[in-house]
Nanobody, 125 residues
Framework: QVQLVESGGGSVQAGGSLRLACAGSGDTYTRYCMGWFRQAPGKEREGVAGASTGGKSTYYAESVKGRFTISRDNAKNTVYLQMNSLIPEDTGMYYC??????????????????WGQGTQVTVSS
C-alpha cells in the first residue's frame, strides 16, 4: 500500500496563493488516482480535486474550480495542489489520498483508501 505525506500548508491572506505537495512511497505510484480533500472545523470532509493515474484527467469541486489546480509528477511520486485567489472559506485541514485503480479522474470520493496526515491551511480576511 502507498504511504502519503503532505507539505506546504500555512497561513495566508485572502487573495494569496499556496502550493501543497504530497509525496508517496511504498507502492507503485501510477497505480493510484490521487485526490485532495479538506475539512473545516465543525464540517464534514469534502473532496476538492482529483487526478487520474497519469494526471491527464482531473476533476474539481465547484467551490474551487478556476482557482485550484491539481497536478502530479509521477517521476517524483508527488501530487500538487496549486491554490490561488484563496478565500477564508478555504481554511481547513487538507489531506491527500490515493484511490487504487481502476479509477477515472479521481472524482469518486468514496473510493479513496489511503490518506496522509494532513496539512493546515489558514486564510485570513
Amino acid at each position: 500500500q502507498v504511504q502519503l505525506v503532505e507539505s506546504g500548508g500555512g497561513s495566508v491572506q485572502a487573495g494569496g496563493s499556496l502550493r501543497l505537495a504530497c509525496a508517496g512511497s511504498g507502492d507503485t505510484y501510477t497505480r493510484y488516482c490521487m485526490g485532495w480533500f479538506r475539512q473545516a472545523p465543525g464540517k464534514e470532509r469534502e473532496g476538492v480535486a482529483g487526478a487520474s493515474t497519469g494526471g491527464k484527467s482531473t476533476y474539481y469541486a465547484e467551490s474551487v474550480k478556476g482557482r485550484f489546480t491539481i497536478s502530479r509528477d509521477n517521476a517524483k511520486n508527488t501530487v500538487y495542489l496549486q491554490m490561488n485567489s484563496l478565500i477564508p472559506e478555504d481554511t481547513g485541514m487538507y489531506y491527500c489520498a490515493a484511490d487504487r485503480a481502476p479509477c477515472l479522474d479521481g472524482s469518486d470520493w468514496s473510493e479513496y483508501e489511503y490518506w496522509g496526515q494532513g496539512t493546515q491551511v489558514t486564510v485570513s480576511s
